[in-house]
């Protein structure tokens, strides 16, 4: 289980290779290695795409999303990420990456 504490540093599943689709604010990943596929609401279609650059942590993916998506201001972002860090993990599609 990847924790979303501020310093651990998350990446993509090592097996992973993706086929993505997205219609509007949906998005559709296909995992090759899995034979899997995911619907995604923007958040995590964000930071599985993001982490195809290589690991991050927490706090490098928070300013990140601020600048990509419009945020409500009322919305705690890190609690958002960490939320969509833990169904992306369950889906086997993110692990932590080695220090």
Known sequence: MVKTSA???IQLCTQSSFI???WGD?????DEASGQTHLLDPVKAFVLDT???GPLDLAS????????LVVP??????????AAL????????????PL
């Open 73 to 82: 201001s009322e919305v705690n972002l890190q609690d958002v990420i960490a």
């Open 26 to 30: 949906e998005f559709v990943v296909f």
């Open 61 to 68: 993916l928070t300013p990140l999303l601020t600048d990509a």
């Open 86 to 97: 833990e169904q992306l993990d369950r889906s086997q599609l993110i692990e932590a990456a």
């Open 7 to 9: 310093r651990i540093r």
């Open 20 to 22: 993505w689709a997205s």
């Open 51 to 53: 982490l195809m650059n």
